[in-house]
């Protein structure tokens, strides 16, 4: 044996003793649910190819790192509002079918259980985790959207869905079901992406289909590639013997993308967040913690931001000019701050409004800074509940990068050692 890979061994055995010793004398091993972002999916779709790693399956890395706790990725929604992503997310892992709450369909024009009106099982589920409850709760490790959406869920927990729809829960629930929530290149003040783009048909058609290109897959295929999870708008999943590419279509045909502020476009918006934020609270009891990633450089002569070489070509062009890369307000809902400062993204997000939830927008339209605390773990320190544990700026990492997306970066190893953090809580 070389020195060299005597050495490499000797460095790898004591690293594991060491995460063995950490594992092992966890203060917790509540679950890890990981929740996915706009446009994502869930295990059994893509024919293996994971959201959460690409080609490497982050979630079963970690079940078999952690055997004592359950760590399971989560299906919602992925062009849907962050209500009813949240809602999804909450029977995924309780177990039992989607119910909306009557006052939000209502509301916004969709069915209230799906199930009532299918009777195919597609929105029921048996649970994640059937025994959660608030003396067994769970970290929520949510990439991009997928932040929102827990962020909500813990404020839908600790008050029952009051005010917007009371009783929304057919248990006794509370923010103590929630331990964490890790949100990861997330909009939590809204991504200025969502205003560049006015029609979002062409780019969610165009991103699906990439992805459906980097598993490998066909779309003329009329197996279950991908599912859009619309059945709260009567759109039904993709039938037997129905082509992907058919499915699609049909999908994208639905006015349902022009004519609400129940969808994932508004919800990222700087509008939609702010609104969101106004009303979803930071929980005493529940450690929030945040990543940034940045995948743009700012050029010397006009002081806009530009993609980085080595983004990822689905979405790299968003960084630049025309997009995020140089926005100007123009009338719509922003926070009153130097619109440069919201120039740098991870070519889906604005850098800036990753860290934590700081502007809000009340019913009336006004906006104002949001109460928040904001505790920089970056170097070191102590996770404190109740506040934003920055944890640091990923430099140079884009929207998917940061998921796995990439052969440049041993994700698997970065979210081992999260969750070690979120075992010491």
């Known amino acids: 044996m070389k020195i060299s890979t005597f050495k490499?061994?000797?460095g790898r055995t004591f690293l594991g003793f060491l995460l063995f010793c950490g594992a092992a004398q966890a203060s917790n091993n509540y679950p890890v649910i990981l929740v996915h972002g706009f446009a994502g999916f869930g295990p059994g779709e893509m024919f293996g190819y994971n959201y959460w790693g690409g080609f490497t399956d982050i979630a079963g890395q970690l079940q078999t790192r952690y055997p004592d706790q359950v760590v399971k990725a989560a299906t919602v929604g992925p062009f849907s509002s962050n209500w009813d992503r949240a809602v999804e997310l909450f029977y995924q892992i309780k177990g039992g079918c989607v119910d909306y709450g009557a006052a939000h369909s209502a509301q916004y024009g969709h069915l209230e259980v799906p199930e009532n009106y299918y009777h195919n099982g597609h929105t029921c589920y048996?649970?994640?985790?059937?025994?959660?409850?608030?003396?067994?709760?769970?970290?929520?490790?949510s990439h991009s959207m997928g932040g929102q959406t827990s962020r909500m869920l813990a404020q839908m927990l600790a008050a029952n869905g009051a005010p917007a729809n009371p009783g929304l829960f057919p248990y006794a629930v509370g923010?103590?079901?929630?331990?964490s929530v890790t949100t990861i290149a997330t909009p939590n003040d809204g991504t200025t992406l969502s205003y560049a783009i006015t029609d979002w048909v062409p780019p969610a058609q165009q991103l699906v289909g990439g992805i459906v290109g980097l598993a490998g897959l066909t779309g003329t295929s009329t197996a279950k590639i991908y599912d859009f999870k619309f059945d709260q708008w009567k759109i039904a999943p993709q039938q037997p013997g129905e082509s992907f590419n058919s499915y699609e279509s049909r999908v994208m045909a639905s006015?349902?993308?022009?004519?609400?502020?129940?969808?994932?476009?508004?919800?990222?918006?700087?509008?939609?967040?702010?609104?969101?934020?106004?009303?979803?609270?930071?929980?005493?009891?529940?450690?929030?913690?945040s990543v940034v990633t940045n995948a743009s450089y700012t050029g010397w002569i006009t002081g806009w931001s530009y993609p980085r070489l080595d983004a990822n070509p689905l979405i790299a062009l968003f960084a630049g000019p025309g997009f995020m890369g140089n926005y100007a307000p123009d009338g719509r809902p922003f926070p009153p701050v130097d619109p440069s400062s919201w120039y740098p993204s991870d070519a889906v997000v604005n850098t800036i409004a990753q860290k934590a939830p700081t502007w809000a927008m009340d019913a009336n339209g006004n906006i104002y800074a949001r109460p928040v605390a904001i505790n920089d773990i970056s170097h070191g320190g102590t996770p404190i509940p109740g506040s934003w544990n920055y944890k640091g700026l990923m430099a140079g990492f884009d929207h998917f990068d940061i998921i796995g997306w990439t052969p440049f970066w041993d994700s698997v190893s970065w979210y081992k050692a999260h969750v070690d953090q979120l075992r010491s809580l």
């Open 255 to 289: 006015p349902l993308w022009h004519n609400t502020n129940d969808l994932s476009p508004y919800d990222l918006s700087p509008a939609g967040a702010m609104a969101e934020n106004d009303w979803v609270q930071d929980q005493s009891g529940v450690y929030y913690f």
């Open 126 to 141: 048996p649970g994640l985790y059937p025994a959660w409850d608030g003396n067994h709760p769970v970290h929520l490790v």
């Open 175 to 179: 923010a103590s079901w929630v331990k």
């Open 8 to 10: 490499r061994f000797i």
